[in-house]
C-alpha cells in the first residue's frame, strides 16, 4: 500500500496487482470468464495485462504450458487514498450478500490481522462464493474488504474517488456515512466505511466453473502503462 504511487490525475505510477496463473489450453475459456466479471463491474478495474510462457512479472517467471493474468488489486485505492492524505485503516475481507443486484450485508469475514496472506484469498478457497450466480440472477455472494477512514476527511475521499473511477478505477462498491454501520457492520466512532469489490471476483468465477487457477492476491507492483483494457484484448 505505501509503496502505490499512481496518480489517477496523471495517469501515471505503479498499481498493485494480483497474479493468476492458469493452464494455457484454459486461456479462451478463462479470458471470456474474466471478461464477463470485469465488464460487469466485479473488479477493480478493466485494466489487466497477460503473460506468456517465458515472461516476468515481480520475481515471478510464466512456466511452460501456462498463462498469468495481472489484474488491479484493491489495495491499490488504499494506497491511492494514503497518498492523498487520507488515512485508510483496512479492516477485513468478506462475503458480500447481493439480493436483486443491492448489496445486503456481510455474510463471512476475515480480518487483516488473523490472517499472512490475503483475506480473500482465503475465503476462495474454501468455496463460499457465488459470483456467477449473482450476474445470472442478480443475487448472490461476491467477495469484497472494508475499510474504515476518518469522517474529518470526507470531502478529500469524494474527490478522491472521483478522480479514481474518472482514471478507470472503479471498484468501491458503497461509501457509508459517519458513526453509521455500513452492510450491517458497526464502524469505529468518528469513522466511516468504504467497501471495495474484491479483485479476486473473477477468479472465484473461474474456481466455480472448475476450471483450476492459482491466485497469488497482492503480488507485485506494476505501472499502470503496461495494463490495457480488456475490451482492447479481445
Not at 466485479?42 to 493474468?69: C, M, Q, W, Y
Not at 450485508?105 to 482465503?122: A, C, G, H, K
Not at 471476483?201 to 492476491?217: D, F, K, L, S, W
Amino acid at each position: 500500500m505505501f509503496r502505490t504511487s499512481f496518480d489517477p490525475g496523471t495517469m501515471k505510477g505503479d498499481v498493485i496487482v494480483n497474479l493468476s496463473i492458469i493452464n494455457k489450453k484454459d486461456f479462451e475459456d478463462v479470458f471470456r470468464l474474466f471478461s464477463m466479471a470485469i465488464n460487469s463491474g466485479l473488479s477493480v478495474s478493466p485494466l489487466l495485462k497477460i503473460l506468456h510462457e517465458g515472461d516476468t512479472i515481480g520475481d515471478r517467471r510464466i512456466a511452460e504450458g501456462e498463462v498469468g493474468f495481472a489484474t488491479v488489486c484493491s489495495i491499490t485505492i488504499d494506497g491511492i487514498l494514503l497518498n492523498a492524505g487520507i488515512m485508510v485503516k483496512p479492516r477485513f475481507g468478506g462475503l458480500v450478500e447481493i439480493r436483486e443486484g443491492e448489496p445486503l450485508r456481510f455474510t463471512n469475514v476475515l480480518t487483516y490481522q488473523s490472517t499472512t496472506i490475503d483475506p480473500l484469498e482465503v475465503l476462495m478457497s474454501q468455496d463460499l462464493t457465488s459470483v456467477t450466480n449473482m450476474l445470472k440472477t442478480g443475487s448472490g455472494k461476491i467477495l469484497a474488504n472494508l475499510r474504515e477512514v476518518t469522517m474529518a476527511a470526507r470531502d478529500e475521499i469524494d474527490t478522491t474517488l472521483s478522480d479514481m473511477v474518472d482514471a478507470g478505477i472503479n471498484g468501491i462498491l458503497e461509501v457509508g456515512e459517519p458513526n453509521t454501520r455500513i452492510l450491517d457492520v458497526p464502524i469505529e466512532r468518528d469513522h466511516l466505511g468504504i467497501v471495495v469489490i474484491g479483485g479476486t471476483n473473477p477468479m472465484a468465477i473461474v474456481q466455480e466453473h472448475g476450471i483450476p487457477i492459482r491466485t497469488n492476491a497482492m503480488s507485485t507492483l506494476v505501472n499502470i502503462n503496461e495494463l490495457s483494457h480488456i475490451n482492447d484484448l479481445i
